[in-house]
């Protein structure tokens, strides 16, 4: 599947089959992380077979189910937004490897997670992966309306396809606490006050980007 056809088909998954994450998939995707830390230099790091993390004991809210595999995303809080873009890459790389993913902000067991800290730095995020008891489900979403802000009486073609990515990224507690706006062939994205808001507007600017295509439009 192309990344257009991936966003679609990614949904939020915590019910995991219990089986390891084949040789050749965790290969591929151990490469293609190792590219996307050297990009954004954030510390992005693959953990296999480790089920600690997402063991028993935790809330029922939000509860894992044979989660033993999962990232994590080392770095300064000023690399929030860079998480969430480089992160989402990952997370769609691993739909096309027929890989089921969640981003986790709070439902695992911190003490347990396996990660390399320095002074200075801390845990931005986790995404969990596996293959999906089910595919997932779609989530509610706001409207188009309300998540971006059109200078002028027309909306481009371009633009109404990059929203509608934007529409299907995922955000903490399902919040979208962002707003995109439109002058021109310019295009500018602002957080809203939200819990892990910064990551969030990186995962829809992909998004954006994705849905919009070769349109030329430019970040402001």
């Known amino acids: 599947m192309n990344l257009n056809e991936a966003i679609i088909a990614r949904h939020s998954v915590r019910k995991y089959q219990d089986k390891p994450i084949e040789a ?46 999962y990232i994590t995303f080392v770095g300064k809080k000023e690399d929030e937004e860079k998480c969430g873009y480089y992160g989402e890459q990952i997370v769609l790389h691993a739909q096309q490897l027929g890989l089921n993913t969640c981003w986790v ?39 188009m309306q309300e998540l971006c802000k059109i200078k002028g009486d027309e909306t481009p073609d371009w633009f109404k396809k990059a929203m509608e990515a934007v529409m299907l990224a995922p955000t903490a507690i399902n919040q979208q606490k962002f707003v995109f706006y439109l002058d021109g062939n310019n295009v500018e994205a602002k957080t809203l006050l939200g819990f892990y808001a910064k990551i969030d507007l990186g995962i829809a600017k992909l998004h954006f980007e994705i849905g919009a295509g070769d349109a030329p439009f430019n970040w402001v």
């Open 24 to 69: 050749e998939a965790a290969e591929n995707l151990q490469e293609f992380i190792k590219d996307k830390a050297e990009k954004s230099g954030i510390k992005i790091t693959l953990q296999l077979n480790e089920p600690e993390a997402f063991g028993s004991g935790m809330a029922t809210y939000g509860k894992f189910e044979n989660c033993k595999n």
């Open 105 to 143: 902000a709070l439902t695992y067991n911190k003490s347990k997670i396996v990660y390399d800290a320095e002074k200075g730095e801390k845990l931005l995020i986790v995404i969990a992966l596996g293959y999906g008891q089910t595919q997932g489900h779609p989530r509610a979403t706001k409207p």
